[in-house]
């Protein structure tokens, strides 16, 4: 399978090197670049790709918009990364409740950014553990949390547990761990979460988690 990639910077050095970086793999193809949100917004629609490479500040359009306008017209399977400089972004949360996948780091290791698109197109969040908590507690806490989630009552006991799991940025694999339980019965958990809240993907998971208040900044323990 060949993975479908949407490049979207204002800068053009930074255009060219992500396109460097992707076009030596033999199982991505870069199908289009844009210089502001509303060019990737039509990219999008035009070449539907599997990910969009996007930055946050963009003239015009900026990330966050053109992010939420690809989610809400382009295909299901279209994930969105958002490229920051920084690790602790403000904008980043906003990107994400607005439908992003995950974020990386633009001075990202060229192996962590092939790696990333990867797993994203996998289904998978591109979020890592170390940031997950730090990111969501410090841009939840002034929001105002929603009184009641649809669906979560349709939850059961254990993927209450999974999802607040989730919202401390484990991974499948850490979750299984800690459960005792195998990684596949894990990702069955995550999908029936996913599908009872009408989710994307794991991401939003964590994003409805802290907002709803089902967990709070700073636990450590489902």
Known sequence: MTVRVLIADDQQLVRAGFQLILSAQPDIEVVAEAATGLEAV???RATQPDVVLMDIQMPGVDGIEATRRIIASGPSSTRVVILTTYDLDEYV???LRAGASGFLLKDVPP??????????CRGDALLAPS???RLIAEFTAPRAAAPSVPGME??????REVLLLLARGWSNQEIADHLVVGETTVK????????KLGLRDRV???VLAYEAGIVI???NTP
């Open 154 to 159: 349709r939850l059961s006991p254990r993927e």
């Open 42 to 44: 039509e990219q999008a």
């Open 217 to 219: 900044a700073g636990w």
């Open 188 to 195: 069955t958990h995550v999908t029936r979460i996913l599908n």
């Open 204 to 206: 939003q998971a964590v």
């Open 131 to 133: 940031v997950t908590q």
């Open 93 to 95: 949360y906003d990107a």
């Open 111 to 120: 192996e962590q950014l092939t790696a990333g698109i990867r797993m994203v």
